[in-house]
């Protein structure tokens, strides 16, 4: 068993310091600016805030690239041609992932190096903020975990740590969270939660943009670690169509405090 004590004080001690150094004014600006960008979709289509000039529009931009007013002059470059792994969205949801494969890409991806401080991804101030957490939707989709739940990943001492144990019931929920309209892409992910009175005590509403970069930074971190992996054809797909709020309580944190932005597929593809 962990003992919770150790989280517990160091929490304390954290948070003492930290509430004489933050602005309760700013952080409620990145709060209600973060409440008004999150989503509540239903299974009901109609009710998508998308009209027919946006889907139009859709389908001339869609994997393009933007290119500025201001054009002056073209370099050409002649480089050799090569073949970049993208995004997937059809996962063996059969395969288990073996504890050996998981530890690998997590600890790879976002663990602390032994002796070092920092991480593989930069953080603004090495503040740190943004935890990245795993969604196992199926017991034993890895090897080891029995339970659907959510499990904090700790960087420093290359562990997870559960926060929340799924029933059947709660189960259901957390699967309408995070994909309304359909069945779940696999049956583990992750997701990002920005701890915000971390992000914004010292770089204040630019601490809230950094955030955002360091989520970008570890997800791609993940992908590096995916795309090293040997043992089989491991892929991933980024999902933004989830619902904010209730996603971030069923896996155990603040919708104030430690809101989840973003969520990452990822397992076996078929």
Not at 117 to 146: T, W
Request: neutral net charge; charged residues 25%.
């Amino acid at each position: 068993m962990i003992a919770m004590n150790e989280f517990v004080n160091d929490r304390l001690i954290r948070d003492y310091f930290q509430d004489d150094a933050i602005s309760l004014d700013v952080l409620n600006k990145i709060v209600n600016f973060h409440q008004s960008s999150n989503f509540l979709l239903t299974k009901d289509i109609k009710s998508y805030p998308y009209t027919k000039e946006i889907f139009d529009w859709l389908q001339k931009v869609e994997n393009t690239d933007v290119f500025p007013n201001n054009l002056n002059k073209i370099i050409e470059f002649q480089p050799n041609e090569k073949s970049y792994p993208g995004t997937s969205r059809e996962f063996n949801k059969e395969n288990i992932i073996s504890k050996r494969v998981i530890e690998n890409l997590l600890v790879g991806a976002f663990g602390r190096s032994k002796g070092k401080s920092s991480k593989k991804y930069p953080s603004a101030g090495a503040l740190y903020p943004v935890m990245p957490i795993l969604l196992v939707l199926k017991g034993d989709a890895v090897e080891g975990i029995a339970e659907p739940g959510s499990y904090l990943f700790d960087g420093t001492k290359h562990r997870l740590i559960q926060l929340e144990q799924w029933d059947s019931e709660t189960l259901d929920s957390v699967l309408e969270a995070i994909n309304p309209l359909g069945n779940p892409l696999s049956n583990t992910a992750l997701v990002y939660s920005i701890d915000l009175r971390r992000a914004v005590t010292k770089y204040r509403m630019r601490g809230y943009r950094h955030s955002l970069i360091e989520v970008g930074l570890m997800a791609q971190s993940f992908i590096n670690e995916l795309h090293n992996t040997n043992d089989f054809n491991l892929g991933q797909c980024m999902w933004s169509g989830f619902n904010d709020n209730m996603l971030t309580r069923l896996v155990g944190l603040n919708t104030r405090e430690a809101p989840v932005v973003s969520l990452q597929w990822f397992g076996e593809v078929r």
